[in-house]
Structures are given as C-alpha cells and as structure tokens.
C-alpha cells in the first residue's frame, strides 16, 4: 500500500497589512527628509525615489532649507546686515517646528510650506521630478 504525501504546509499570516506598513515607513521616511533640514532632504531625494511624495518632501526641504542656508551665508558676509540674521534662524526653526509636527501627525502625504509654497512649489516639483 502506497502511502499519501502530508499536505503542503500553509503560509504563515501576514504580520503586518501592506498598506499600513508601506504608509508608516513613508511617514518615516517623510519625517527623517525634515529632521536636518537640506542634509537629509538630499538623502531622502535619492532614498525615498520610488514614492513620489516622499521625493517631494525631501525636495521641499532642501529648498526650504537650503535657500534659507544660503541666505544666511550670504547675508552673513555682509557686516551691516547682520542684524538679520538672528530673526531669519528663528523663522528657518518655527518652519523646521511646523514641518516636524505636520509629518509626525501625518501619514507621509506632502506638506507645503505656510505662505512660501505658492513661490517655491514649482521649483520643488523641478527639482523631485529631476531625480529618477
């Protein structure tokens, strides 16, 4: 008599659903293009290439931020406008508080600059649809 083989062995039960696990590393990753301002949106620019908002978010740090580096660089180098400088870090981190809490209460959807977006969101979009 000729035994029968067992049943093949069942799949395990996912761990986690896809769809809250792939939202939860783009809320990651979306705040992580915050966290150092243009450093770290440069990181998450070449990271995060394959969702779009996530690209998006880390170019909207970098011009954010990075302008505003620049800006005090430059401003900086100029004795008698100095004076500026100090309002323009206060402003550069009621921004990084705004784009902080906005990513931490999100779910890793794209987050506009308050009152700069409708000057820099073009040069945003360039910028992450430069990377593929």
């Given at each position: 008599m000729s035994e029968m083989p067992p049943p093949p062995p069942s799949?395990?039960?996912?761990?986690?659903?896809t769809p809250s696990a792939a939202g939860s590393n783009k809320k990651t990753y979306t705040i992580l293009a915050y966290l150092l301002?243009?450093?770290?949106?440069?990181?998450?620019?070449?990271v995060g290439k394959d969702d779009p908002d996530?690209?998006?978010?880390?170019?909207?740090?970098?011009v954010v931020f990075g302008g505003l580096s620049?800006?005090?660089?430059?401003?900086g180098l100029?004795?008698?406008?100095?004076?500026?400088v100090i309002p323009l870090w206060i402003v550069g981190f009621i921004y990084?508080?705004?784009?902080?809490?906005?990513?931490?209460?999100?779910?890793?959807?794209?987050i506009h600059a308050p009152g700069l977006s409708g000057?820099?969101?073009?040069?945003?979009d360039q910028l992450a649809t430069s990377v593929k």
């Open positions: 799949q395990p039960a996912p761990m986690g659903g301002g243009w450093i770290t949106g440069l990181i998450f620019l070449f996530v690209k998006w978010n880390a170019a909207n740090s970098i620049i800006i005090l660089f430059v401003i100029i004795p008698v406008v100095q004076l500026i990084w508080i705004i784009f902080m809490v906005q990513a931490l209460q999100g779910n890793g959807e794209r000057v820099i969101d073009k040069y945003v």
